[in-house]
DNA sequence: GCGACAG
DNA sequence: ATCTTGTCGC
């Protein structure tokens, strides 16, 4: 049964999350934290980590989120985490967290309590960090709440603070001679919010790299490049990859094409496979704490009659918004 | 009516 | 994000 998507929320809605946002940018950390971020070679870098959310596709609410964490420089998967979810949040342009992160925040939860060694050093988010409306894009926002350094990876410009994928745009990205190449995207407020990177030799569109938290803009375009076997970074493409296979091996072979939740419970569970252990891997079980981020969407729109404010009374990282 | 629009 | 097969090229 394919559910309906949430309409556009109502100014008010919107309100409050600018305030979220707001309030959340003033922890961003725009620099290199970690020793392994200003070496060349990144040596003491293990582990990079990747997001993303697939949908079902006659269907906005439900949807795949995954976590993949992968060895560093093999790029090879580590862990992976799939698990199917119902999504509350409408898709809005500027307010793509509020969609998808409190799912995204679960999963790092979840590594933390039951695989804590896998925790990977930096994670890939598939949306923009800094580049944005108000300067708090996905990557910024996962950041912040895990604690995690974060690199923000667009596929297309988002068009903010003066960015125009106009014929100048596209004749600098004609320019760029290998991978690795990029100019910066510099913002009417003459900051640079980030860079187009082409991301291997043969890749006409480029990437869209931002910072999301606790690394330089420098350092997140080098790693990034580091990390593309194709154009997308390895980390992203096998959350891509495994989230839509997921989606296929949960709702395929069924023959209805109706959705079955109850059997996504039975089918959630994070494989962990530690230095190839054996053929079989390790079962690690995956019960959901409540402990994460509630969205915004969730305590004001259904259950919230009574505007709730949105107060937020403490905020420290991993920081986890507190009504 | 027209352009914009991360995922 | 998703709708969609084969096809052309390295």
Known sequence: MARKAAGRPQEET?????????????????????????????????????VDVSFVKGDSVSACASLVVLSYPE?????EDCRMVSLTAPYVSGFLAFREVPFLVDAVQQLRE??????????FVDGNGVLHHRGFGVA?????????????????????????NNALHKEKIRLLK???????????????????????????????VSVGHKMSLEAAVRLTHGCCKFRIPE????????SRDYIRRT???????????????KAQRPKA???GASEEPAEVSCCVINCSVKSTWQRTEPTCPSPCEGAILEVHPPALAVI
Do not use: N
Request: aromatic content about 4%; some cysteine; hydrophobic content about 40%.
């Open 140 to 164: 910024c926002h996962l950041g912040v709440l895990t604690d995690l350094p974060c690199i923000g990876v667009a596929k297309k410009l988002l068009q903010v603070d003066g960015l125009e």
């Open 114 to 123: 039951k695989e804590p060694r896998l925790m990977p050093q930096v994670l």
């Open 251 to 265: 709702l395929g072979v069924q023959g209805a094409p109706a959705l079955r939740p109850e059997r996504s419970k």
């Open 273 to 275: 496979c530690p230095q």
């Open 235 to 242: 980390p992203v493409r096998q959350a891509d990859i495994r």
């Open 178 to 208: 290998g991978g690795g190449d990029s100019f910066p995207l510099m913002g009417g407020s003459g900051t640079v919010l980030g860079m187009a990177l082409k991301s291997h030799d043969h890749s006409t569109k480029p990437l869209y």
């Open 14 to 50: 919107l309100s409050l999350w600018k305030r979220e946002q707001a309030l959340l940018k003033t922890l961003v950390v725009d620099r290199d934290t970690e020793a392994w971020q200003r070496d060349l070679a990144f040596s003491g870098l293990q582990r990079v980590g990747g």
């Open 75 to 79: 790029l090879e998967v580590m862990y």
